[in-house]
Each structure stands twice: as C-alpha cells, then as structure tokens.
C-alpha cells in the first residue's frame, strides 16, 4: 500500500497544472462519532479515479465534503484551484456548477421530461424561467440541452417523462443533466449501483468517456470490483476515516482488492 | 398436539392510562348533559316546522319570481369564491415555503410564517368578514378579502405539507449543480407537488363556494345578503328557491373540480 499523497498549495488565479483536487487533514463526525479522521489525498487531472471502501466507511460522506453538501469538521479541500472550505454561499455556487455530481439513484425530477430535466443543468451558470423550464428555454439552451442527451444516446426520448424511461436509461438522463452544467470535474456515488450489470457496465463506460475524451476528471464510488479495475486509472480505499490504500489500477487486481477489504472487515 | 394457552385479549393499561380514559369520558358526558337539546324540546320544535304556520310548510312551494336578481348574486357569489381562492392561493405558495423546514431560510422565519398560518385558519371567514367590512366597507370586496385570508390558512398548511413529503433527491442535486433556492423551487419542488397542489386548489375553490353563501349574512356581499333578507321578511318560499339555487351552484362546482382533478391528476 502506498502512502497518502502529500498536501499541496495552489496559487489563486493560477491555471490548473498540478492536481485538480487536494485533501489535507479532512475530518468529519457526526454526533462526536467519527467518519473521517483527517483524509488526506490529491489527484491528477484527466484521470479516473475509484474509491473503494466498506459500507459506512463515509465514501459518499467524503463525496459529499468535497462540494460541501456536508460541511466538513476540519481540514482542507483545493479543488480546482479553489480553497473550498473558505468560499462565501456565492463562491460556493459557482463552485459547485463546475463540478458535476452523478448520484447513486438518478435525482431527476419525475414528472418533468427527459429534456427538461435536462435543461435543468443549465443552471449551473444562469436562472430565470428559460433554466427552469425546457420550454421557456433560449435556443441555444435547447440545442446544447439535446447535444447532451444525443450523447448519453436518448435524443429520441427527449420529450418522454423520466419516470416512464428504465432505470439505466434514467441515469443517462441524469448524466446528460451533468454535462448540460460543462464540468471540469466529475463525482459519481455508485453510479452503477442501482443498474443491471450489462446497463452498469454502459454508464462506467460512458463516463470514463467523458475522462477520455474530454478531459475530465473523475472520482467515483463502485463497489463492483470489476468495474473500479476496468474503468478507473488509480485506486483509493478508505478505512477507519483514513486512506489506506492508493494505487494505480494498472498494479492492482481483484484478488488485492478483495483482500483489502477482508483486512478492513477483519479490522 | 400441545395445548397452547390463548394469548389475553386486552393489553394490560398502566393506572394513568385508565386515569386518562376516564377523562374523556367524563369530558363528552358532560358536554352533552351541558349543551346538547333536551329530546322533549328537541321534538316540540321539529312539530312546529311542519305545522301549517310552520316554516317548513310555508317554504313549499319555493318562489322564483325573483330568479333574475337571485341569479346575478349567485353569479357575484361565484366570482366573490374564485376572485378570493385565486388570491389566496396565491398568497399561500409563498407563506407555504417559508413555513417548510428543507426551503425557510431561517427557522425563525419558519416558525413566524407557521403561525400566520394557524391564525388565518383558526380565525373564522365570518370574523375575518366582519374584520375586512370595517377595512374596505359593506359588499363583496370584503368577502374576496376574507376568502383570501382564510384559503392562505387552508391552503398554506396543505401546500407547505405537500412541499414536506418532496423527495429531497432532485432538490439536493440541483443543489449541487449550483442551483438558486428560487430554481431549486421552481424545477424541483413545483413539479413533484402539482398534483397535490391542484387537488388543494380545488377543494380550496369548493369550500370557497360554500363559503361565500354564508358572507353576505354579515354584509360581506353576495347572496348570502338576500337570503338574510328572506328570511328577515318570513319569505320562506323565497329562502327555499335561494337553498335551492346555491345547492345548485355548489353541486356544479363540485362536479366540475371532480371532473377537472380526474383529468389532471
């Protein structure tokens, strides 16, 4: 197992060339119980990167920090040349439509049409009735709107209502929402998890697309081994609130991954 | 085959439970020996109804002679209960969300718009009629005010209740896109609660309806005022054709939201 990586100091106003998030002492307790117990990791951009661990290890709770939809107890988060932890409810905003969330179920609005749903995306960066509304939207709104959803490949069911689409296909729609907010980051919480194995394996592949092709990166949560080998290009594990393991893929294999988490259950 | 023993039929009550159950019973025997009519008094009256100079002999057959009057103040009745309801539901949405715990930007501000809330419900449409008479004067404008004041109170706590049982799901994740609380309301929260908000909407115009019937009794327009009259003057006849008329009125708004909600919900 390797060490955490070092913390590092990003300059303000400086272009991304060193990594595109790093962690130094991340804490975080619910009721004096603690999660996680000073985390501290960085990552490279343009890469995938899985991160294993028990349930309840506090995966998502980490995840979730890293935007602040949990505030952390301590630490330090940079992340895309930001120092998360300090920004105003303003700054934070504009944070967070840089990074793109993909959840473990969908979160689509249910009611409302795949296109709608996805036009939602846009408001990452606008407001107003032509954000809210697919209909209400400009133009340009709606062409990059079915751009996106043409990508997840459900241009034809633009206008059907989410809760009559598959699941599989409810999380496309939920990625096309993602991309409609052009994120230069992306964190996926199980995106495979509530999906059929053949579906599960087409939504990792779409979004290693992504880290592929458009250079994003990603940090994501699988707990199927197969997919966090396939898909991923560096391991994290997390154990007692800490990162035990950190690997890259490429010298990683299932029978490791599996003992990493007989050691953690053992523990 | 063992011999199993039954299982005792009650639960066994701890001595403040039985203390508590007497209470109640103590609470609604008195009340009725308190309030409620005596039979003997109860039938005498019921005798004079249908006695020959009785009301209810004298209200048949009903008279319409004056359906045309009559039939322009159930049509101000109508507009008084769909200007009043349009008013107040509108008003609720907001007061709705400020009392909602995921969207009230302070707890504070939740618990104020709560209890405003509480008020405009607990507060009867004749009081709040009397109250909007001294404000803007006799006639329908003070019952529109009232209407307005007591659908914000109906519909208010239906609207915030709707708002509580959301999934969270989109709304955290538009959050996390970076949404505004004003969009995360109107993409999100709007459209998971439309059914139930027109289901609200509409019982709120139905009540309404009802409602507005009873508020010209205090002068607070509508055909209230005139059945008030008849019944002032011993018209029973008259008073019966006015029943008539608004039971008309309130079975057609009826069917007409029945059929509306099974459209659209």
């Not at chain 1, 396939?230 to 391991?235: A, E, L, V």
């Not at chain 2, 709560?114 to 004067?137: E, K, S």
């Not at chain 2, 999934?167 to 969009?183: E, K, M, T, V």
Request: proline share 5%; glycine share 8%; charged share 15%.
């Amino acid at each position: 197992m390797n060490a955490p990586a070092a913390p590092f100091e990003l300059k303000a106003g400086s272009t991304i060339v060193g990594p595109v998030l790093a962690v130094s002492g991340l804490a975080k307790s619910f009721d004096g119980r603690s999660v996680l117990a000073g985390l501290d990791f960085a990552l490279a951009p343009g890469q995938s990167t899985a991160l294993i661990g028990a349930n309840g290890s506090g995966k998502s709770t980490l995840l979730k920090c890293l935007v602040r939809l949990i505030e952390p107890s301590g630490g330090r988060i940079q992340m895309l040349g930001r120092d998360v932890c300090a920004l105003a409810p303003r700054d934070l905003r504009a944070f967070r439509a840089e990074v793109g969330f993909v959840w473990q179920r969908h979160n689509l609005v249910p009611r409302l049409s795949a296109l709608s749903n996805v036009v939602h995306g846009v408001q990452s960066r606008r407001s107003g009735p032509g954000a809210w509304f697919q209909a209400l939207a400009p133009a340009a709104v709606r062409a990059e709107a079915m751009a996106c959803l043409d990508r997840v490949g459900l241009a034809d069911r633009a206008l059907m209502r989410v809760d009559s689409l598959s699941g599989g296909q409810q999380q496309r729609v939920a990625i096309a929402r993602m991309l409609m907010q052009r994120p230069a980051f992306i964190l996926a919480d199980e995106p495979d998890a509530s999906l059929d194995p053949q579906t599960g394996e087409e939504v990792m592949a779409l979004l290693q697309g992504l880290v592929r092709e458009n250079g994003l990166s990603l940090l994501m949560i699988s707990h199927r081994l197969e997919h966090t080998l396939q898909f991923s290009d560096r391991i994290l594990g997390l154990a007692d609130g800490r990162i035990t393991l950190d690997q890259p893929t490429a010298r990683a294999s299932a029978t490791g991954l599996r003992r990493f988490f007989d050691h953690v259950e053992a523990a | 085959m063992t011999a199993l023993s039954a299982p005792r039929r009650f639960a066994h009550r701890s001595l403040p439970e039985y203390l508590a159950m007497l209470l109640v019973l103590a609470l609604v025997i008195s009340s009725l020996a308190t309030t409620a009519p005596a039979l003997d008094k109860l039938g005498r009256g019921i005798a004079r109804l249908f006695a020959p100079s009785g009301m209810l002999t004298q209200m048949f057959p009903p008279d319409f002679t004056r359906i045309v009057p009559i039939g322009w103040k159930l049509l101000e009745t109508l507009q008084m209960a769909v200007a009043g309801c349009f008013l107040g539901l509108i008003l609720a949405i907001p007061f709705a969300i400020l009392a909602t715990d995921r969207l009230s930007p302070h707890p504070s501000v939740r618990t104020i718009a709560r209890a405003v809330i509480a008020l405009f419900r607990t507060v009867p449409d004749l009081v709040w009629a009397i109250i909007f008479i001294i404000i803007v004067g006799l006639g329908p404008a003070a019952g529109v005010m009232a209407i307005m004041v007591d659908k914000i109170g109906f519909a208010g706590r239906f609207f915030a209740e709707a708002m509580e049982e959301t999934d969270p799901g989109p709304q955290d994740a538009l959050r996390a896109i970076g949404a505004s609380r004003l969009g995360l309301i109107v993409s999100a929260v709007f459209p998971a609660c439309l059914p139930s908000f027109t289901a609200t909407s509409l019982f709120a115009l139905e009540k309404s309806v009802r409602g507005s019937a009873a508020l010209g009794l205090v002068g607070a327009g509508g055909i209230g005022v005139d059945l008030k009259v008849a019944f002032d003057l011993f018209n029973y006849d008259e008073a019966l054709a006015i029943i008539l008329l608004m039971l008309a009125l309130v079975i057609a708004v009826e069917q007409g939201s029945g059929w509306i909600r099974r459209k659209l919900l």
